[in-house]
């Protein structure tokens, strides 16, 4: 079996420890510094994917459809994203450590077909809560990938999107019928709840981590009625 070899490695902002990118064979991962472990897998995107089919669901027919997406990663969110949204739309990508970009536009390039190259995409580095924060009306889908979901925060910096507060501002961000998705490694009661009480329509859904297979996540989804 191939060795993984390091491809990069990168600072994570207000002393997150250290992103890691490794590659075996056409298999790629980054790790997280420490005991924190595999962040992300190259060959495991089946819920990644369903958090932009499932966020983007009424999209197609929607001209000039604007979705931000939270946390570039491998990119499978953004590419499932421009697949579910028309050719007039635009799909901004927020992501907070550079690096992750410059690697999307090198060696993982091609785990989600190079979405970063399609016309559509527009790249923010930074934190996603910046754009959140002073967005009114703004986005017809906010998918958010950027943790483990709002019980499993691997960096308590985003805890603020989880928040009352931050659900309040996302609402706002929003336009009319507009709808956010969260990925979560599992469900939460509260953070359900909280959706709720910051006015969103919301509901879970249970997808696989791959095609019919492999672990249960959750997506989280909220309607601006
Ligand atoms: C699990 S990965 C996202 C995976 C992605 N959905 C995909 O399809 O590959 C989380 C990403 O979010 C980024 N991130 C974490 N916190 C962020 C924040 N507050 N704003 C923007 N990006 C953030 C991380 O650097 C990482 O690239």
Redesign the pocket.
């Known amino acids: 079996m191939n060795k993984w070899s390091l491809l990069g490695s990168a600072t994570?902002p207000n002393d997150g420890g250290e992103?890691k990118l490794s590659q075996r064979g056409d298999e790629f991962s980054?790790r997280l510094s420490g005991i924190r472990g595999e962040?992300?897998n190259s060959r495991v995107?089946g819920s990644?994917?369903a958090?932009a089919t499932i966020g983007c669901s009424r999209l197609k027919s929607v001209g000039s459809a604007q979705v931000l997406?939270?946390?570039?990663?491998?990119?499978?969110?953004?590419?499932?994203a421009l697949q579910s949204v028309s050719a007039t739309a635009r799909v901004t990508v927020?992501?907070?450590?550079p690096e992750?970009i410059e690697w999307n536009h090198g060696p993982l390039g091609d785990?989600?077909d190079r979405p970063l190259d399609d016309a559509r995409s527009r790249v923010f580095v930074?934190?996603?809560?910046e754009l959140l924060e002073k967005s009114e009306s703004e986005y017809d889908a906010i998918l958010l990938?950027?943790?483990n979901g709002p019980e499993g925060l691997t960096?308590t910096?985003?805890q603020w999107?989880y928040s009352e507060a931050g659900l309040k501002a996302i609402f706002r961000a929003l336009r009319p019928r507009g709808s956010l998705a969260v990925?979560s490694a599992g469900p939460d009661r509260l953070f359900l709840n909280r959706l709720k009480k910051a006015r969103f329509n919301a509901s879970v859904r249970s997808v696989r981590a791959r095609p019919g297979k492999g672990s249960h996540h959750t997506i989280f989804l909220g309607h601006k009625a």
């Open positions: 994570i992103l980054i962040l992300m995107h990644e994917e958090l997406v939270g946390g570039m990663g491998m990119g499978f969110t953004l590419a499932a927020a992501e907070l450590i992750v785990c989600a930074g934190d996603v809560a990938d950027v943790d960096q910096e985003n999107l990925w």
